[in-house]
């Protein structure tokens, strides 16, 4: 029996700590929300709770209505998403490790009583208290470091460089209403086209390259809501494919699962 980790989130950070764990033996179970806000859709598994599933890089993941539908999807060595962001099935699962993904920037009930091993990414949690470990996920020199005892750096509310461009890569929302999309995830776009609207408000981009992600068409934002973001290097594979900083915190939780040693005998002798 391939132990179970339940990762809490399935945004695109979420989606690469899920699908490292699913190839590394574990059997994976996400809790979402009934209408997540993911920006980048097509790598995140949180798209199976709208389409059903998905599959991100070779990795295929199915929305479950209950725990029993969870199990049987990873009878098939498929990760299984469920509707559960208050995390009530982890009782019934009965994981050996819990991964809160959320990135809320706090801790909304997670606690290292949930399982064995309890790993939490980025900041609003504390390493030997809150959970077991802590994963950075702050771009920089110590992106992806295992902290166990401690927390991770706290949010500067600023994004990531890429291609010289921060803030400028990032779209909001301009008012609170219904968003609609006028482009495509893997479009190009130029600087001052409309990507996207909100009650009929066009969001425009700020700078030109390839749409790297987009709310899902259909849900209710707020002002000033991220819904999508700009990537200036141009390169529409990179739009489909897990970024570098997802791949280093996923490797990061790996290391944060791996050091509890009945975790690893589980995983290295299934």
Excluded: W, Y
Aim: glycine content about 12%; aromatic content about 2%; overall charge positive.
């Amino acid at each position: 029996m391939r132990p179970i980790a339940v990762v809490r989130g399935a945004g695109d950070l979420a989606t690469a700590v899920g699908r490292r764990l699913h190839l590394c033996g574990f059997s994976v179970v996400h809790l979402e929300t009934a209408a997540p806000t993911v920006i980048r859709r097509a790598v995140a598994f949180a798209s199976a709770v709208f389409e059903g599933a998905i599959t991100v890089e070779g990795v295929d993941a199915e929305l479950a209505r209950d725990v029993a539908g969870a199990r049987a999807l990873l009878d098939q060595r498929k990760v299984s998403v469920l509707v559960d962001p208050a995390a009530t099935s982890i009782a019934a699962l009965r994981p050996r490790l819990v991964v809160d993904a959320i990135l809320a920037k706090r801790n909304l009930g997670t606690h290292r009583d949930m399982a064995p091993r309890v790993v939490a990414l980025g900041p609003g949690f504390v390493a030997g208290s809150d959970v077991h470990a802590v994963v950075e996920t702050c771009r920089g020199h110590d992106l992806g470091r295992v902290i166990v005892q401690g927390a991770a750096k706290p949010d500067t509310g600023i994004p990531g460089t890429i291609g010289g461009f921060g803030l400028e890569r990032l779209l909001r929302a301009p008012r609170a209403g219904v968003f609609r999309t006028l482009r495509e995830i893997g479009d190009a776009v130029r600087a001052g086209e409309a990507v996207a609207q909100v009650e009929g408000e066009p969001v425009r981009a700020e700078i030109a390259g390839v749409v790297r992600g987009l709310l899902r068409p259909g849900l209710t934002v707020h002002a000033d809501q991220k819904i999508g973001d700009v990537d200036p290097r141009g390169d529409r594979a990179l739009c489909f494919t897990i970024s570098d900083k997802a791949n280093a915190v996923a490797g990061g939780v790996l290391e944060a699962a791996l050091r509890d040693e009945a975790i690893r005998s589980l995983v290295v002798t299934e």
